[in-house]
Nanobody
Framework: QVRLVESGGGLVHPGGSLRLSCAAS????????MGWFRQVPGKERELVAT????????YYADSLKGRFTISRDNRKNTMYLQMNSLKPEDTSVYYC????????????????WGQGTQVTVSS
């Protein structure tokens, strides 16, 4: 069973950047598709981006394309989310997720989750 730990969240001004990291405990990290979700209290969880096992395939929520970039380093068992041009509406708890299965699009439903990291965009 894979354990996921997010890091890199914090407070940033509008227009700024942050890079989130997700470290996985599993040595067979490359056999897991990965993704990022976010959730604001009282609202539904939102898919941010996903990445396939090798990193060849990625998917982004339409509203985030061009600002967020998902990537992974299978040698380091780590996934990343580079977030640029951040807006106040990007404020949320960001969750890392993993699953051996992968489907492109918004229907990906992972079985493993991290604890989340808070991102706050505010002046």
């Amino acid at each position: 069973q894979v354990r996921l730990v997010e890091s890199g969240g914090g407070l940033v001004h509008p227009g700024g950047s942050l890079r989130l990291s997700c470290a996985a405990s599993e040595r067979t990290f490359s056999s897991y598709a990965m993704g990022w979700f976010r959730q604001v209290p009282g609202k539904e969880r939102e898919l941010v981006a996903t990445i396939s096992w090798s990193g060849l395939n990625t998917y982004y929520a339409d509203s985030l394309k061009g600002r967020f970039t998902i990537s992974r380093d299978n040698r380091k068992n780590t996934m990343y989310l580079q977030m640029n041009s951040l807006k106040p509406e990007d404020t949320s708890v960001y969750y890392c997720a993993a699953d051996p299965r992968y489907t492109t699009g918004s229907s990906w439903s992972p079985g493993y989750w991290g604890q989340g990291t808070q991102v706050t965009v505010s002046s």
